[in-house]
């Protein structure tokens, strides 16, 4: 038996930098929309930018050059960007929010950037097991 609701409240929130709302209404049943900030490419310097780039902005190095807590999200093409929407440009590296320890991340490739490595659990892309942290092993 499938129950539906006659009414829900109407509610905004904003999440990771985009917005998620959620309406309803008795003809159309439950309606969930979940919006992603775009990748913006705001810094195409050498070095650190100017000011610490935030979620879903690139180009970075480092975690160093995100706000806050944000990590720098290595791509060597035009990977996604987890929580960010849109392809941005080939090798720009984005800003964004690791949801967990337990969420995969890019941090470097062939030991690139070298501050990055040895790699933590869930961070690629490591190679042999010299490019993983101590205990865990490729």
């Not at 990748?39 to 806050?68: I, M, R, V, W, Y």
Request: hydrophobic residues 30%; proline residues 6%; glycine residues 12%.
């Amino acid at each position: 038996m499938i129950i539906k609701r006659s009414a829900i409240l109407l509610l905004s929130t904003t999440f990771l930098g985009g917005s998620i709302s959620a309406a309803d209404s008795a003809a159309a049943g439950t309606q969930r929309e979940l919006q992603e900030p775009a990748l913006q490419n705001t810094f195409s310097g050498k070095g650190a930018p100017p000011n610490p780039l935030p979620n879903c902005h690139g180009d970075c190095d480092d975690d160093s050059h995100c706000e806050g807590d944000l990590v720098c999200f290595q791509r060597f093409g035009y990977e996604k960007v987890p929580g960010c929407s849109g392809t941005g440009f080939r090798k720009v590296d984005f800003c964004g929010v690791r949801a967990t320890a337990n969420t995969l991340w890019m941090k470097g490739d062939n030991g690139r950037p070298s501050r990055n490595f040895p790699l933590g659990l869930c961070e690629g892309d490591c190679d042999s097991d010299a490019d993983c942290d101590t205990g865990l092993v490729w």
